[in-house]
């Protein structure tokens, strides 16, 4: 139980272009999910948290305009880079949370979106 | 603000031996910690997750424990296999009204057949 997706696992696009990426909980309902971004041989970084029917909360320094994020669903979230461009090409690693927003329980993560932007 | 260090940044140890790796953080008030693999390109496996309230956990071959007071776990790996080559993330949920996992950079384990 716990597994969480995430489509497309891979994606190369061109500067300009926007893409959508998909953060599933398959087995169950997660009010709350996250969403990191990892470069290569870097450690996980928060870039927002995702609250199913409200706004997301975005860490420091994370562009609310170039990542858009919605959750309009308990096993649906959505993470838009929009104009990208090659400095986002990145592994981008979405989680959810088991039990809710109320508490802190253990995250489950999903398997990458290795985004690649020419 | 809270900060995980893991040390060591890479370990290449022949198979069959035991090994341990290390975490620790700055601030002890910690909700838990949670110990993760992550194989190249690929997403996060949780491995254990241990309460504050908790000093060890078990599963197979991993034992991880923790030390509050002191600010450091260790992930225990007996009898290790080829097939535990990752690398290996700690992280913990700080106290105080926060769900954000603070991530350790991680400890990139080769074992060696």
């Known amino acids: 139980g716990a597994v969480v997706s995430q489509h497309p696992s891979w994606v190369i696009c061109k500067s300009g272009t926007s893409v959508k990426i998909e953060c599933r909980s398959l087995?169950?309902?997660?009010?709350?999910m996250f969403w990191y971004r990892q470069f290569p041989k870097q450690s996980l970084m928060l870039m927002a948290t995702?609250?199913?029917?409200?706004?997301?909360?975005?860490e420091q320094g994370v562009e609310k305009d170039k990542f858009l994020i919605n959750h309009a669903s308990l096993t649906l979230s959505t993470l838009t880079v929009t104009s990208a461009h090659p400095e986002d090409s990145s592994f981008y690693i979405c989680s959810a949370d088991l039990s809710g927003s109320s508490s802190y329980n253990e995250q489950f993560f999903g398997p990458g979106t290795r985004l690649t932007v020419l | 603000k809270q900060e995980v260090t893991q040390i060591p940044a890479a370990l290449s140890v022949p198979e069959g031996e035991n090994l341990v790796l290390n975490c620790s953080f700055t601030?002890?008030?910690?909700?838990?910690l949670q110990w993760f693999r992550q194989d190249p390109g690929k997403g996060l496996t949780s491995l254990l997750l241990?309460?504050?309230?908790?000093r060890e956990q078990t599963s197979g071959r991993l034992n991880a424990s923790l030390d509050k007071s002191s600010g450091r776990s260790t992930l225990y790996i007996a009898a290790s296999q080829p097939g535990d080559s990752a690398t290996y993330l700690c992280?913990?949920?700080?106290?105080?009204?926060?769900?954000?996992?603070?991530f350790g950079k991680g400890t990139k384990l080769t074992v060696n057949p």
């Open positions: 995702s609250n199913e029917g409200s706004k997301a909360t975005y």
């Open positions: 241990i309460q504050s309230s908790q």
């Open positions: 087995d169950f309902q997660a009010t709350t």
């Open positions: 601030d002890s008030a910690i909700y838990n």
């Open positions: 992280a913990v949920y700080p106290q105080g009204g926060s769900e954000k996992l603070v």
